[in-house]
């Protein structure tokens, strides 16, 4: 039975939702690829250390929520390394805005782009605090017609779990444009909630949590995606 290995990028804490549901919602996954799935916990700290060495193994990597993190550093390195790589990647809630964060530096060359929870009084605050709060709130999630992510859902709205204070500054919205990384779905409102690199086989980033899915049971359709692109790659890899 194929085995796939999966860098969890993120400060464990039990007491986080997310971090509870996570390896529920690869389990969910494996379970549906008829695949062995190691989700491994590696802190910021250490990619930061280390330089993105050690993730070099997976076949995967999964920036996951709980920021602000021990080290910012460490995340965008990690989340580096995911998108010059064909890694498949996918940041959730605090992955997503890092994730955000590390394009705008590193692949559009904004180098005061910052995150206002970690950075209050940032230039560039390209992350900032939400004008409503989505802590433990579900709601509707828009799919843009054509998007990759429209196409992993079949559908075009959805209903996700949040539990989250910031995200892309619509002030600042305009820096993405023209560039490959796409808005690929928002809320009702227009505020942009999931994110796909055009270039990458696989890079999504969500401001919800679809790892929640797996706390009542469901095999969510990003992750079952995410974990399938990790499939492919160990396969071309053999």
Known sequence: MARIRVALIGDYDQAVTAHQAIPRAL?????????????????????EKEHARQLSPYHALWCVPASPY????????????ARETPRPFLGTCGGCQHAILEYARNALGIAEA??????????????????????????SVLLEEGTRIAGIYGRREAQETYHCRYG????????LGGSDLRISARDETGEARV??????????????????????GKNHPLIHAFMAAALELRGASD
């Open 114 to 139: 910052d995150h206002g929870e970690s950075n209050p009084s940032a230039r560039l605050p390209l992350i900032s605090e939400l004008a409503c709060a989505l802590v433990e709130k579900s709601g």
């Open 168 to 175: 892309l500054n619509p002030q600042f919205e305009h820096l």
């Open 195 to 216: 994110f796909e690199l055009a270039t990458h086989p696989f890079f999504f980033c969500t401001l919800f949590q679809p790892e929640r899915a797996a706390l009542a």
């Open 70 to 81: 021990a080290s910012m550093e460490g995340a965008l390195r990690a989340i580096r390394f």
């Open 27 to 47: 389990a969910a996954a494996a379970a549906a690829l008829n695949v062995v799935i190691t989700g491994e916990w590696i802190g910021t700290a250490a990619v």
